[in-house]
């Protein structure tokens, strides 16, 4: 059974970087996409980005470009999402969620969540 | 990019349907037979509840299924239960190796 167990809550000021960390175990880390899904207080679901381990290839959503940095070590099956030039804006619970496919980052359903981190960007 | 469009809420009474429309356009919903629904309870990581526009996941209950026309994405659950009340999400590829969100809707029973 595939587990993502997400890093524990943050409290960044403005200006600074967060990042937040996503192990996978149980199941193969390498070839399946992962996924950063954020959502602010109160607010939908917004996909910042994903990338393939195995091959490295990332993708961003627009949004995020120049701002965020998705990378993964396979040796220890934990992607890493870094948000740069923080602002309250971006006060929100961050989730990783393994894609079901291996296929190109975002065309297969997010089948498997971490439990989430609430990142807190406040002076 | 726009999040995909649906209602803010709906609401059912218990045993009744109800269906949950996501509009898009022809560059995601429209061009991509890869529509994904998601449920959401206070508190909780999404769950994945249909995939492909209309698969379901093992051990969803089959009360849930999906359709699409054209670029509108639904999702109907039969026979409401106090259980199913949640905010559910759809989601559509959008090529490029992107993917998009609705913004939500609240489902409410009754």
């Known amino acids: 059974q595939v587990q993502l167990v997400q890093s524990g809550a943050e409290v960044k000021k403005p200006g600074s970087s967060v990042k937040v960390s996503c192990k996978a175990s149980?199941?193969?880390?390498?070839?399946?996409?992962i996924s950063w899904v954020r959502q602010a207080p109160g607010q939908g679901l917004e996909w910042m980005g994903g990338?393939?381990?195995?091959?490295?290839?990332?993708n961003y959503a627009q949004n995020f470009q120049g701002r965020v940095t998705i990378t993964a070590d396979e040796s220890t099956s934990t992607a890493y999402m870094e948000l740069s030039s923080l602002r309250s804006e971006d006060t929100a619970v961050y989730y990783c969620?393994?894609?079901?496919?291996?296929?190109?980052?975002?065309?297969?359903?997010?089948?498997?969540w971490g439990q989430g981190t609430l990142v807190t960007v406040s002076s | 990019q726009s999040a995909l469009t649906q209602p803010a809420s709906v609401s059912g009474s218990p045993g009744q349907s109800i269906t949950i429309s996501c509009t898009g356009t022809?560059?995601?919903?429209?061009?991509?037979?890869?529509v994904s629904w998601y449920q959401q309870h206070p508190g909780k990581a999404p769950k994945l509840m249909i995939y492909d526009v209309s698969d379901r996941p093992s051990g969803v209950s089959n009360r849930f299924s999906g359709s699409k026309s054209g670029n509108t994405a639904s999702l109907t659950i039969s026979e409401v239960q106090a259980e199913d009340e949640a905010d559910y999400y759809c989601?559509?590829?959008?090529?490029?190796?992107?993917?998009?969100f609705g913004g939500g809707t609240k489902l409410t029973v009754l």
């Open positions: 990338i393939i381990p195995m091959f490295h290839i990332v």
């Open positions: 969620a393994r894609e079901a496919r291996i296929a190109a980052v975002g065309s297969s359903p997010l089948g498997h």
């Open positions: 989601s559509s590829y959008r090529g490029s190796s992107t993917l998009g």
């Open positions: 022809s560059s995601d919903v429209g061009g991509f037979n890869y």
């Open positions: 149980g199941g193969t880390f390498n070839s399946y996409p």
